[in-house]
């Protein structure tokens, strides 16, 4: 089990693979994309933000300094203070969303299995490597006939902090069962001595409902830029 507390910095540690000086290289996913130019994530007590390792230094300078003037808010659906001058910046494509905890006791069902070989992932979710299976894990699921119907797994994972990712086969959607995987997760995550982290966007609504049905604690808005 892990006592890790959440911070935005530790928030971006998790998305992305940063460099010492802390820009960022890419994401942090067992198939890495080059990540945003930058991102700024605003809890209640502190901010924190990356720049890309690709930015101009006077540039990312610049960022830095503009984000240092962002104040801490709990009114995460609101845009940055500066967010037309990061824009102008950075890029135009804003990509924006709530960070969530979970609570420490997270309902418990029967059914949930782990997923262990690509054959319970190939009938609803083709494109599985072996690999990812164990850069991903842990990997819980709700099988039907051997196949897996729905899965949470780490999407991003660092040393510390893992980040849920959901997906539902489309036939089986509506039914409750995001919620049971995405619960077992977090609780698996926590054994193996990670934070379990469950981020979404603002207009993700699917992904929204099962972080109320799990009573997820806001606890900070990620904020990114791409050109």
């Known amino acids: 089990m892990t006592s890790l507390q959440f911070t935005p ?8 693979v940063l460099r010492e000086d802390g820009r960022i290289l890419s994401t942090r996913e067992p198939n890495p994309s080059h990540g945003p130019t930058f991102s700024l994530v605003r809890g209640p007590t502190e901010c924190a933000c990356a720049v890309h390792a690709d930015m101009p230094d006077a540039l990312a300078d610049r960022l830095v300094a503009l984000a240092r003037e962002e104040a ?8 940055p203070v500066h967010a037309r001058r990061y824009i102008a910046l950075a890029g135009e494509t804003v990509s924006a ?16 299995v782990t997923v262990t070989d690509l054959f319970q992932l190939e009938r609803n ?31 991003r994972r660092s040393a ?22 995405t619960a077992a997760w ?6 193996a001595g990670r934070l379990p982290l469950y981020s979404t966007s603002w207009s993700n609504h699917a992904s929204l409902a099962v972080a109320r049905k799990l009573s997820l604690e806001r606890c900070a808005s990620d904020w990114s830029l791409s050109p």
Request: aromatic share 8%.
């Open 72 to 79: 801490p808010t709990s009114a995460f659906e609101a845009a």
């Open 125 to 155: 979710f083709r494109g599985w490597t072996a690999a990812e299976l164990s850069a991903c894990a842990p990997i819980l699921s709700v099988l039907q006939d051997g196949h897996a119907v729905s899965v949470c797994f780490s999407a």
């Open 160 to 181: 510390v902090a893992a980040e849920a990712g959901l997906e539902t086969a489309a036939a089986f959607r509506g039914q409750g069962l995001g919620p049971r995987v």
């Open 97 to 112: 969303g709530p960070a969530f905890l979970f609570p420490i006791a997270v309902p418990t069902h029967t059914g949930i």
């Open 186 to 191: 977090a609780a698996a995550t926590r054994v």
């Open 9 to 16: 910095a530790l928030q971006l540690q998790t998305l992305f």
